[in-house]
């Protein structure tokens, strides 16, 4: 069983940034790929960031360029870095992790807003 824990979520203004975490119990975060998923008001929950045990990442068409996923094995935490945020990134923002069975978090709610 793997718990995770996303923090980091707030109220920002269109331009500004956030950093989201997401801290990960048990010791094979390692071997995990790690990702970040959001639902926005009325939406379908959708992938944002993914990043495999490997390093290697993806990214939506949406946030490409002022979203960054990282990882820091020793910690078991993975991290959204979001710049440049906009209206439309307002949701509940999920880390997930799976490696034969997925994984959730609780949610995290970031708001752009003026």
């Known amino acids: 069983q793997v718990q995770l824990v996303e923090s980091g979520g707030g109220l920002v203004q269109p331009g500004g940034s956030l950093r989201l975490s997401c801290v990960a119990s048990?010791?094979?975060?390692?071997?995990?790929?790690m990702g970040w998923y959001r639902q926005g008001p009325g939406k379908q929950r959708d992938m944002v960031a993914i990043?495999?045990?490997?390093?290697?990442?993806n990214y939506a068409d949406s946030v490409k360029g002022r979203f960054t996923i990282s990882r820091d094995n020793a910690k078991n935490t993975v991290y959204l870095q979001m710049n440049s945020l906009k209206v439309e990134d307002t949701a509940v923002y999920y880390c997930?992790?799976?490696?034969?069975?997925?994984?959730w978090g609780q949610g995290t709610q970031v708001t752009v807003s003026s």
């Open positions: 990043i495999r045990n490997g390093g290697t990442v």
């Open positions: 048990g010791s094979d975060f390692s071997n995990y790929a």
């Open positions: 997930a992790g799976w490696r034969t069975v997925t994984y």
